[in-house]
């Protein structure tokens, strides 16, 4: 008989193999007074430090793309000055260098486990750091990836960008940890390259190596040794994903011919390329945060407008969503909110910030105005739209497109993801060109559930009944007023749920580029009678399991 434990899936993929686990971290270095002098133990603490962030900013040149920013992240923190007189201070105490590393990181990370939230998933790649120097001081290799010598599922606490990045996917079959939330590295890298992960599975610590498992990220459920016909199932739709990623690219649709644009969410303009390749009609929803997460000062106007010139170009004749600055929370900027708030998620953020910081808001739209120039100067124009962040009332929404109608932009909307806005979509729409839904926030605010807790991961299910009548609410409108409603939150993501969505109004899905394959392959088995009459069996659901449950049932005569 097969057992199963919960966790948090990240993506769609399902599969299966045996179990490796990740080799178990140092034992503690023995608390007991140095032989050395003072000036000797710092010398090798020095060392160590030094060797260990040149190797794991190495990693990242090797690597690429978000695991580089993430491991030169790593190295940063291995000689975060903090730190270092921390462990100095442990040092001129008389403690070895390899204890007063052990001490001082485990000091650090308590403190970002005791903040929570985003900081508090970074514990793993501090825990991760100290690991290695204390390897490096001790002369022994630091704990990394297992070898079996045959394809495996690999199982770890939690694990480090360091060994996310150089990952074999030829090898890794899947990924469990046990440790870490939806927004944990893990969870990211995983989501980037496309790997079958799932996190935060507390009981996966007692899977054993050898052991065979399904890892089902979709349902976010470990099979442990899992039956003939369940290996099967679970056989046949990886099958079916990898035959949906190699089907021709086509324009989203319906099976009736109903257009639903297939849209990509993006961070930076380096991205065009691939969601070009990967069959994105546009951009639904391009995250200007992203580009400036890690600046102090806010961004200036032509460096804007470089970014935004070379996102336009990639996609002339294409429309593009840009969002501006959504600052606060989960994605802080210090340059326009860091002032200290007990609810940064119910704070001065989104378009709040932004207008308490007008003059950033002008120049975003001056660099956006000129880039859209720019690039209709040069050729074919790109179709930009212009949407504000975490509106919540209409008094906001005619703010946000008056400006924005100042600097020229034709296209001005808001971003659904409060409920009041979604409430009163009929009032918001009648002034916006049109509203894009962010489940994401959406979700957060409807369930009252931080999207960054994973000890509350399982209230952020957009699948809740309540999710769905705010998008029904505002499908509604959007049909009324003959104003387009998007949907770009990860719901979009979810191909079962993408059906539901356009069932309830939406007129088109924008998601991380490596969804479209499952969600255009999916959108073709329903007509848009199919997709309303799935939405309604999961709206009249009492909780998110009963929806899904409620949607497949509908969903299945079809199937
Ligand atoms: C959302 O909230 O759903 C959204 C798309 O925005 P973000 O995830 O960037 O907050
Ligand atoms: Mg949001």
Redesign the pocket.
């Known amino acids: 008989m097969s057992t199963t434990i919960p966790g948090v899936g990240i993506g769609l993929g399902v599969a299966q193999g045996p179990v490796a686990r990740m080799a178990a971290p140092l034992p503690a270095p023995a608390d007991e007074p140095s032989m050395l002098d003072v000036a000797a133990e710092t010398a090798r603490v020095r060392e160590a430090v030094a060797a260990v962030a040149r190797e794991l900013e190495q990693r990242g040149a090797t690597a690429g793309g978000a695991a580089q920013d993430v491991l030169e992240a790593q190295a940063m923190m291995a000689e975060d000055p903090a730190l270092e007189s921390e462990v100095d201070t442990r040092l001129a105490a008389g403690a070895t260098a390899e204890r007063a590393v052990h001490d001082a990181f485990a000091s650090f990370r308590d403190t970002l486990v005791a903040v929570g939230g985003y900081l508090g998933e970074r514990a793993a790649d501090l825990d991760d750091v100290a690991q290695r120097v204390i390897a490096r001081l001790q002369g022994v290799a630091a704990p990394g990836l297992p070898e079996p010598g045959h394809p495996y599922v690999l199982v770890a606490t939690d694990l480090a960008p360091a060994d996310t990045a150089l990952l074999d996917l030829d090898q890794v079959l899947a990924l469990v940890t046990s440790e870490g939330g939806p927004t944990s590295h893990t969870a990211i890298l995983a989501r980037e390259k496309g790997i079958v992960a799932i996190v935060g599975a507390a009981a996966a610590a007692d899977l054993v190596d050898d052991q065979v498992v399904i890892v089902d990220a979709a349902a976010g459920v470990v099979t442990i040794d899992p039956t003939e016909e369940e290996l099967r199932r679970a056989q046949n739709r990886a099958d079916a994903r990898a035959a949906a990623a190699s089907a021709p690219i086509t324009a989203g649709a319906l099976a009736d011919g109903t257009a639903v644009p297939l849209l990509a969410?993006l961070g930076n303009p380096e991205g065009a390329a691939e969601a070009v390749a990967l069959g994105a009609e546009g951009v639904g929803?391009f995250?200007t945060e992203f580009l400036f997460l890690s600046s102090a000062n806010a961004p200036t106007v032509a460096q804007q407008r470089e970014s935004y010139t070379r996102l336009l170009s990639a996609f002339r004749g294409k429309k593009v969503v840009v969002r501006a600055l959504?600052a606060g929370a989960?994605?802080p900027l210090a340059f326009l909110n860091d002032a200290h708030e007990e609810n940064p998620a119910l704070g001065l953020r989104g378009l709040r910030a932004l207008r308490a910081n007008e003059d950033i808001l002008r120049e975003q739209l001056t660099a956006l105005s000129e880039a859209d120039a720019a690039v209709a100067a040069s050729g074919e124009p790109a179709n930009l739209w212009v949407m504000a962040?975490m509106v919540a009332t209409v008094e906001e929404t005619t703010y946000f497109v008056e400006l924005a109608r100042e600097f020229g932009i034709k296209t001005a909307g808001v971003?659904v993801?409060v409920p009041s806005s979604a409430l009163l979509a009929d009032r918001v729409l009648k002034h916006a060109d049109f509203a894009s839904i962010?489940?994401?926030?959406?979700t957060q605010y409807t369930l009252a559930a931080d999207r960054l807790l994973g000890s509350v991961a399982g209230f952020q299910d957009p699948w809740h009944p309540a999710v769905l009548g705010l998008i029904g609410i505002t499908g509604r409108a959007g049909k009324e007023l003959g104003k387009p409603v998007g949907i770009?939150?990860?719901a979009a993501a979810d191909p079962l749920l993408a059906v539901v969505l356009i069932g309830l109004g939406a007129t088109s899905l924008s998601m991380a580029p490596t969804a479209l394959a499952d969600v255009r392959a999916t959108l073709l088995k329903y007509s848009l009678e199919d997709a309303r009459r799935i939405a309604e069996a999961a709206l009249a659901a009492d909780d998110a399991a009963s929806a899904r449950d409620a949607a497949r049932a509908a969903a299945a005569p079809t199937q």
Do not use: A, V
């Not at 962010?438 to 959406?442: I, K, P």
């Open positions: 969410n929803l995250r959504d989960d994605k962040p971003m993801e962010g489940t994401n926030d959406l770009c939150g990860e």
